[in-house]
């Protein structure tokens, strides 16, 4: 699995980006896909995933009414939209992806999202929020 992202950049508070994961060789129909970020000095954290064969999401509850995750499998691609965007959303933001039809199902039912639980990961797109 080769998990790339696109989208991020510097955007000022209140404002708006899309954030593009392109997965290949992963399997739409059977494996979840979520969005990681990390902050400078700060641990990587779960912020949002999908299970794109029943569309099963998950957003944290930091981002929860702000932002969204979306699948198209035709075109292979994770989208997190990001709205109302804070300064302390700035962080690198990865996309990973695992085999297991479980991880976001368990994030739903109050586990979260581990990193732990996937196992492929892109090489991350910074976001910078200014105030």
């Known amino acids: 699995v080769q998990l790339v992202e696109s989208g991020g950049g510097l955007v000022p508070a209140g404002g708006s980006l899309r954030l593009s994961c392109a997965a290949s060789?992963?399997?739409?129909?059977?494996?979840?896909i979520a969005w990681f970020r990390q902050a400078p000095g700060k641990e990587r954290e779960g912020v949002s995933c999908?299970?794109?064969?029943?569309?099963?999401?998950f957003l944290a509850n930091s981002v929860k009414g702000r932002f969204t995750i979306l699948s198209d499998k035709d075109k292979n691609m994770v989208y997190l939209q990001m709205d109302s965007l804070k300064p302390e959303d700035t962080a690198t933001y990865y996309c990973?992806?695992?085999?297991?039809?479980?991880?976001?199902?368990?994030?739903?039912?109050?586990?979260?999202?581990?990193?732990?639980?996937?196992?492929?990961w892109g090489q991350g797109t910074q976001v910078v929020v200014s105030s």
């Open positions: 060789g992963f399997t739409f129909d059977e494996g979840v």
């Open positions: 999908i299970r794109p064969s029943d569309a099963v999401t």
């Open positions: 990973a992806a695992d085999g297991n039809e479980y991880p976001c199902l368990r994030a739903v039912l109050g586990r979260g999202i581990l990193r732990t639980e996937y196992e492929s």
